[in-house]
């Protein structure tokens, strides 16, 4: 029974492809269109838009996350402006001559909420991975429509 344990345990072990990576800093400023694809202006407030942001950032493997974001609604009433991020986080990346060793692990993400919000983070900050057969949701054709998200990243 114990080699049985331990022939399943060395299988799966063995199945997960570990990579040379290295920890990098990686920052970066973008602003949340206020068009949403189905033609409506769309506004956020800042606390949705940081933590909305920190969550799916953490999610794709970051670490040290710092979030800040201006504009967006004002909660004391006035001009709503388009939300302004600026973000700074750790990701792993893939290094030959790494000292840390990753591997790539699948995020799936799925969501009946924010889907403007959730694409627009993504086509900004995707880049900034290491990820593998990254598809997601492109167009949200309402605000309560489906976002979808499954990718490889390395952490």
Request: one cysteine or more; proline letters at 1%.
């Amino acid at each position: 029974m114990k080699s049985i344990l331990l022939v399943l345990v060395i299988a799966f072990g063995a199945s997960a492809q570990m990579i040379d990576a290295q920890t990098m800093t990686k920052k970066t400023s973008f602003r949340i269109s206020s068009i949403a694809d189905f033609g409506s202006r769309v506004y956020y407030n800042c606390d949705s838009v940081e933590n909305q942001v920190e969550s799916l950032m953490e999610r794709f493997g970051a670490t040290n996350v710092s979030v800040r974001c201006s504009g967006g609604l004002n909660p004391w009433g006035g001009f709503a402006t388009e939300a302004f991020v600026t973000l700074s986080m750790d990701v792993m990346v893939s290094d030959a001559n790494g000292a840390m060793r990753g591997e790539y692990q699948t995020v799936k993400v799925n969501s009946f909420d924010n889907c403007h919000l959730l694409k627009e983070v993504v086509d900004n900050t995707h880049g900034l991975f290491d990820v593998q057969d990254l598809d997601y949701t492109r167009r949200c054709t309402r605000t309560n429509a489906r976002f979808k998200l499954v990718g490889s990243f390395l952490k």
